[in-house]
């Protein structure tokens, strides 16, 4: 009975080729776009696992790239530069910093 329904109401939008199924792919793909997390989504397809999980929630281009914007403001420090080069530059006070941690922990053991 759905079946002959569902058949009729894309014959009357002229739409070919879609299949049921299809809209499952489009409310997981939209779900995330609109701030769904993939453990959410999980429980809404009643999935076992994320890794099925991936194989519905396709992003568009753009929402990517509204991604990787979000990324750069909380990258951005003020300074011309992002947070990940002034980590970079800042390696070697870390590096000595975490050695001589250790080395008054040696200490202690001793």
Sequence with gaps: MFRKAWEKALEAARLHGLHFHDLR???ASWAVQRGATLPELKDLLGHA???MVMRYAH???EHLRSAVARLDTVMATGTGRNR???MVDSAPCLVSATRAVSSVGRAADS
């Design 25 to 27: 792919h489009t409310f």
């Design 49 to 51: 696992t994320l890794a």
């Design 59 to 61: 992003l568009s281009p």
């Design 84 to 86: 990940a080069e002034e």
